[in-house]
């Protein structure tokens, strides 16, 4: 059972959104299902601790995506912790929201300490291309962190998943560096969980120890299983995680009605 206090952690990803406030992809269009994802999480838990947002807010890689995305967010900007995806433009992401994240080494990720917890971002980006990496220098930041606070429960948040999903198109796209990861991870327990977007579909596995979740997509849903691209009909989601100053921790996906 949960104890008291804990820290409310609100996940969006993959929004993909264009410039231009109402072009549609495949017959869907972005920004309205934003909208919505946005009035969902007014109507259930405002007073969450802190959003992040796991990559692919841009569809279109250009500075005015992200003034749009800022604009939409509101005063939930001082609450926004945010990393790029492979369709994102990660200088115009740190220009438009400079505070919501820090460079690191050219990269675009971020810290937060919280009751019992450390929260770390990692940049999975790799120019032109779809599948995602860390890189040396960023797992070596990241093994740094963890040795600085050994005691204290970890949360990684990336956009390409570090484990396979079963879909034939997307495994060939996800983390290429996930063992590397993994054997990083073989020597810090601490680390509790993982979540991640990319596949636009809700998967889990584990990687060293740490339970992995994938996050349903604010724009269109993937069909799971398959081995090419196929679009899922229904509604946005985003997940909800929810962090005990004693370690425990637990995590649901809220699917918006209405689209």
Not at 16 to 44: N, T, Y
């Amino acid at each position: 059972m949960m104890v008291e206090p804990a820290t409310t952690i609100v996940q969006l990803t993959d929004c993909h959104l264009f410039s231009e406030p109402d072009e549609a992809s495949r017959g869907i269009e972005k920004r309205q299902r934003l909208r919505q994802v946005l009035e969902d999480i007014r109507g259930r838990d405002p007073d969450f601790d802190l959003l992040v947002v796991t990559g692919d807010t841009a569809h279109d890689e250009v500075l005015g995506t992200y003034e749009i995305f800022r604009e939409e967010l509101g005063e939930w900007v001082e609450r926004l912790r945010i990393i790029p995806g492979n369709h994102d433009d990660r200088v115009s992401l740190r220009r438009v929201l400079p505070d919501a994240s820090q460079g690191i080494g050219g990269r675009a990720g971020f810290q937060v300490d919280v009751a019992g917890w450390l929260v770390l971002g990692l940049d999975s980006h790799v120019a032109d291309d779809d599948s995602g990496e860390l890189g040396a220098e960023q797992l070596e930041w990241l093994r740094s962190r963890l040795e600085t606070q050994p005691e204290v429960n970890a949360l990684l948040c990336i956009h390409h998943p570090p484990i396979a999903v079963g879909s034939e198109w997307l495994d060939g796209i996800r983390l290429q560096d996930a063992t590397e990861l993994e054997q990083l991870l073989v020597a810090y327990p601490q680390v509790q969980l993982i979540i991640s977007g990319h596949v636009h579909q809700e998967a889990s596995g584990l990687c060293a120890g740490a339970r992995v979740y994938t996050t349903p997509a604010v724009a269109r849903q993937f069909r799971p299983r398959t081995n090419d691209l196929e679009i899922e009909p229904g509604p946005p989601g985003y997940r909800v995680v929810e962090l005990g100053a004693d370690g425990a921790w637990s995590t649901r996906v809220i699917r918006c009605s209405g689209m």
